[in-house]
């Protein structure tokens, strides 16, 4: 009899799983419930979308058309599921009862919406769905002074889209600088200060205290001050939807997500569940700086995490490796990444850091076209390995990053990478000694002294 | 007493043993002495200064008064160093005698000139100093013709930038591909169908015979046939200058390049020699891939070798280790990258390899101003180590490149990186599972068969 694999979620995770299970297994029956009415888009690009940069439906990779012909997946989407049964195997959607041989979990998150008072006046959205983004273009026509609350990539990116389409943009923050869990200081203010160049207000040191008006918002009070406004978008992070996972009594972390096998399989009481999958934003990762859990939450995680959990969900056999989670934002001609802990994380964390730093240029310091390179690592000062970097340029941030997290999740020291470190060079694409080699030569001096 | 330090040859291996040397040692007494008339420039961009996108004057990183004033290094340009005695440890150039306590032979390499008739004719060219630059310049002027022997990365670039000058540009190759030894054949053939399409003609499997002409050059015959010009370039790869390695009587390899410890000293008959430090194209380097030598001559790694030279010449401590050897090379709109082995050389090293490809896009599919990224990562099927990868992109490549030459370099399985590898993600600035872990996936599934 054909397998049956029920998958809940239609993010990157969801649909990743859905179609490495179908790789896995010609015949298994692969079914996906989701609440949304859209599937397999990036919510990493509202921003863009709303800038005008690309449309929604541009940005919606496959149909559920597309995924009964080519893969024969069905997906059932606007439905959502109300009862999981991990005894008898069953998933309830929709008033009706389905059984599975596997079940995948990817609900993915939430925004994180502050206990505070006005959260639900109209004018007031969050930034998870293509639906919250049409919900946003549509009140952007009517709006000029617009309050982002949190002051993470997305709501710079959604800061900078609404200033290019003429809105007066206020951002508020409770820390003291952008970026504030990923980026260090020293690499988070030239974002705040190109944007600011923008003319993009910040409001730093000011949590969102209440979100003021009778129906709909009038304003923001933060940090003691109010700020008038039209409309406020919450960019207050993420947090795991465990809803399913709660109701089957599944392990839940102490970061706040659900724990998982290398296999993406679940546990219960500390015991692993062999037919419960789990895949997004809502599982803690292995952490490939310490021992521990860490929250990956990020679109190319889900990725990996679907297609780990569709194949074992298929009965064939993938792994999940520890994670240093990097990643990338686009804020206008700046590119800032980021590897592994920041200065500040690795500090809670008791990891005491030295970092080294370089600039320089992207391209032959008298090629055209290069934009300048910024390049931070930062090392454990006792195992001397490096256990994060950060990257400010106008272009190729990506790659770099990319290299650096395979120093961070290889457990390099900052010696070896000195030694053993190479990069490619040709005047129009890099410079002859990577920022990135001299940034690490700067960190070997540092931890020398 | 300050230490003596003399270094030869002012590329860019020679003038970062330079600085190096001055950064651990603020006494010692550095002087460089060289050739050229020029110092700390680039010879790989000299294409593109023909082309326009640069000038001599720009390519120079530093003069000779510059590193006198700021970095108190004596550089004597235009003096040829006739003898070196290791045993007294004198170096005589231009008539005098210098005593040295350090030794750094950063000499280079010198252009292959095959053995055939005419290559003194006037109107046949090397690429190799900002002299040879200028040469080819006015040379250029009143050419409409021009053949290159060699089809390798400079052979390429060269034919672009005469190209866009309006040149009628004839490539003979003696092999059947382009960037024949560093290059697959399906990677490169992507990068000769465009520069077929911007007009140049590839002459292929055609061994320069003869440069013809009586006092100045009409012609070249390859592979049989004769191939009118006014101008030819010798672009046919670079030997170690080996001029002073021999006359100390010290050790080269089987791959024609200098035998040198991780310390850069160079070994006679198999001992150290602790007071003579070699780096730049004329040593060979222990390979990341395989036991045994290779050549890089990179100018990246030219840079790395000056280093370590220079610190332990002023007796402090830094080491080089094996190398993969990425390169990039730019052509036009394409960007070409390689690392580790092609499969041309795997199989000449009794390497099976088993090769996964990818394409994609440098950005999210519906961003605009993405560009077509094709990866290809090649494993040793024994072993399932990567030994290998190469990337075509419009841009972006570089720091992909240098992200798989990590994972060359820490050997790193198929299985493992496509457990490990992690990408960042911003739609602008990549896709949400990069390209390069789509080819690994396609080369475990291929390991797998």
Chains 1, 2 share one sequence.
Not at 74 to 93: L, S, W
Not at 113 to 140: K, S, Y
Request: net charge negative.
């Amino acid at each position: 009899m054909a397998r049956e694999i029920i998958i809940i979620g239609s993010g990157a995770a969801g649909m990743t799983a859905a179609s490495s299970a179908r790789a896995t297994d010609a015949s298994a029956r692969i079914t996906v419930f989701t609440e949304d009415s859209d599937i397999a888009y990036s919510p990493c690009v509202i921003p863009w979308v709303l800038e005008g940069m690309s449309s929604w439906e541009d940005i919606v990779m496959h149909t559920p058309g597309f995924y009964r012909e080519e893969r024969d997946i069905d997906v059932r989407t606007g439905i959502r599921v109300e009862a999981v049964d991990g005894e008898g195997r069953t998933v309830t959607a929709g008033g009706e009862t389905y059984r599975y041989d596997a079940l995948v979990i990817a609900a993915g998150g939430r925004v994180f919406v502050p206990p505070i008072q006005g959260v639900g006046l109209e004018g007031v959205f969050q930034v998870r769905t293509i639906n919250d983004g049409r919900r946003i273009e549509a009140a952007l026509k009517d709006a000029r002074k617009v309050v982002i609350a949190g002051a993470g990539v997305i709501g710079l990116e959604l800061a900078l889209a609404f200033t290019a389409l003429g809105k007066e943009v206020t951002v508020v923050e409770m820390m003291d600088q952008v970026i504030p869990r990923i980026a260090d200081r020293d690499m988070a203010a030239p974002v705040q200060a190109y944007l600011e160049e923008k003319g993009i207000r910040f409001v730093m040191n000011a949590p969102v205290q209440a979100i003021l008006g009778e129906d709909r918002v009038t304003g923001v009070r933060a940090g003691g001050a109010e700020h008038a406004c039209d409309m406020v978008v919450l960019a207050t992070g993420v947090r795991a939807n465990l809803d399913l996972v709660t109701q089957l009594g599944l392990d839940v972390g102490q970061l706040g997500g659900a724990v998982v096998a290398p296999t993406m399989q679940a546990y219960r009481r500390g015991r692993l569940v062999p037919d419960v999958f789990l895949a997004g934003d809502l599982v803690q990762s292995e952490s490939a700086v310490m021992p521990g859990p860490t929250m990956s939450q990020l679109g190319s995680s889900a990725v990996k995490e679907g297609r780990v959990a569709g194949i074992n969900a298929a009965g064939g056999k993938a792994l999940s490796g520890p994670v240093a989670s990097p990643w990338v934002s686009v804020i206008g001609d700046l590119q800032i990444a980021g590897t592994g802990l920041s200065q500040g994380l690795a500090s809670w964390y008791g990891i005491e850091t030295v970092s080294g730093k370089a600039a320089g240029s992207t391209r032959a310091r008298y090629y055209p076209g290069g934009t300048p390179l910024t390049v931070k690592i930062s090392a454990d000062r006792v195992s001397r390995r490096i256990v994060g970097a950060q990257i400010i340029a106008g272009e190729d941030a990506t790659g770099r990053i990319n290299w650096l997290t395979a120093a961070v999740v290889e457990g390099v020291t900052a010696d070896d990478f000195l030694v053993r470190a190479e990069n490619a060079y040709c005047p129009p694409a890099s410079m002859v000694q990577d920022v990135a080699i001299k940034a690490a030569e700067d960190l070997c001096r540092r931890l020398n002294q």
